[in-house]
């Protein structure tokens, strides 16, 4: 069952600034907006990546300075789940 973490980012300029690192560190990344359930009022923009690769992602984007918001789970059912580890 193949399941994805949503990282949510502040503008659509960093989600496609951590798309990009990620990219270069070999993670897939793909930027979208976020789902309405999850970004509140007004746009909001993530990074889905596979969630085997968050951590190793999380760190590449903190090396690179780049901020990142809250992290959610996405299962294969579309159920949103925060990550708070």
Same mark, same amino acid.
């Given at each position: 069952?193949?399941?994805?973490c949503?990282?949510?980012? /502040?503008?659509?300029?960093?989600?496609?600034?951590?798309?990009?690192?990620?990219?270069?560190?070999? =993670?897939?990344?793909?930027?979208?907006?976020?789902?309405?359930?999850?970004?509140?009022?007004?746009?909001?923009?993530?990074?889905? =990546?596979?969630?085997?690769?968050? /951590? /190793?992602?999380?760190?590449?984007?903190?090396?690179?300075?780049?901020?990142?918001?809250? =992290?959610?789970?996405l299962?294969?059912?579309?159920?949103? /789940?925060?990550?708070?580890?």
């Amino acid at each position: 069952m193949q399941r994805y973490c949503l990282i949510m980012c /502040r503008s659509l300029t960093n989600a496609q600034r951590s798309a990009q690192v990620l990219e270069r560190a070999g =993670i897939t990344a793909t930027v979208r907006k976020a789902p309405q359930s999850i970004s509140g009022e007004g746009c909001s923009y993530c990074v889905k =990546i596979d969630d085997s690769r968050r /951590r /190793r992602a999380l760190a590449v984007l903190e090396r690179a300075s780049l901020r990142t918001g809250k =992290i959610y789970l996405l299962e294969a059912d579309g159920a949103l /789940r925060e990550v708070t580890e």
